[in-house]
């Protein structure tokens, strides 16, 4: 299974609402990751993980809390966003490496969020 | 701030002809990574090209590396119209023990069937 699974799909809220974005892989790997991607921009890095912990977080508003429960499993949990945090929110993961030279990222089909 | 730059932007060529992509970086690398991303979806891994690699061969995909220029390019041979997408290279550096990829700015490829 090579496949990183993100849902949902499309997430429309309201500046006051709280929801979570969910990105699950079964590849065993050990490093998981968010970008934010607007349109016709690259992907931006937003947070790593590295064994379920947090190793990078890009200097990201507190308004986005990133939560790993296990090996598999990434969360995104979103409150209080602003409009202009609409954008396209993509999880990747890949076997992290140590003093070596990195793997390919594998990434999901991304959710795309609308800030009203 | 972004690592990579990329040239062109846009590219619009026939099917059947080879597609050109440029990208510069800036700082010291690991290896350098080109994806392809359709419509605003997920990003797929094409190929990876070490720093101590001056080119690389895929199917229809070469990629060179120019450490000291600080370039790489991305070759599609016979260009088919399933190849239209946006194409980013992707930086690895070493950051304490993780590697982060940062990505070019892209090219927007069209292939006119």
């Known amino acids: 299974d090579t496949e990183v699974t993100q849902t949902p799909k499309h997430l429309v809220m309201g500046m006051t609402n709280k929801k979570s974005l969910k990105c699950e892989q079964h590849?065993?790997?050990?490093?998981m990751y968010w970008y934010k991607q607007k349109a016709k921009k690259p992907p931006e890095l937003m947070f790593v993980?590295?064994?379920?912990?947090?190793?990078i977080n890009e200097s990201v508003p507190s308004r986005f809390s990133p939560e790993c429960p296990n090996s598999s499993l990434l969360n995104l949990h979103l409150h209080a966003l602003q409009p202009e945090d609409s954008a396209l929110y993509l999880c990747?993961?890949?076997?992290?490496?140590?003093?070596?030279?990195?793997?390919?990222?594998?990434f999901g089909p991304g959710t795309r969020l609308t800030v009203l | 701030s972004q690592q990579g730059e990329e040239d062109p932007q846009a590219l619009s060529i026939q099917e059947g002809e080879n597609a050109t992509m440029n990208c510069s970086y800036k700082?010291?690398?690991?290896?350098l990574q080109w994806y392809r991303q359709n419509s605003g979806r997920g990003l797929v891994h094409l190929i990876l090209?070490?720093?101590?690699?001056r080119e690389k061969h895929s199917g229809r995909l070469r990629v060179t590396l120019d450490t000291s220029k600080k370039s790489s390019s991305l070759l599609i041979t016979a260009s088919r119209a399933a190849d239209t997408a946006s194409y980013f290279c992707?930086?690895?550096?070493?950051?304490?023990?993780?590697?982060?990829?940062?990505f070019g700015t892209g090219t927007r490829l069209t292939i006119i069937p």
């Open positions: 993980y590295s064994y379920e912990k947090l190793s």
């Open positions: 700082t010291s690398i690991n290896n």
């Open positions: 992707a930086t690895a550096i070493s950051n304490f023990g993780n590697e982060k990829l940062t």
């Open positions: 090209i070490r720093s101590n690699e």
């Open positions: 990747a993961s890949s076997q992290p490496q140590v003093l070596a030279l990195r793997d390919t990222q594998y």
């Open positions: 590849m065993g790997h050990r490093a």
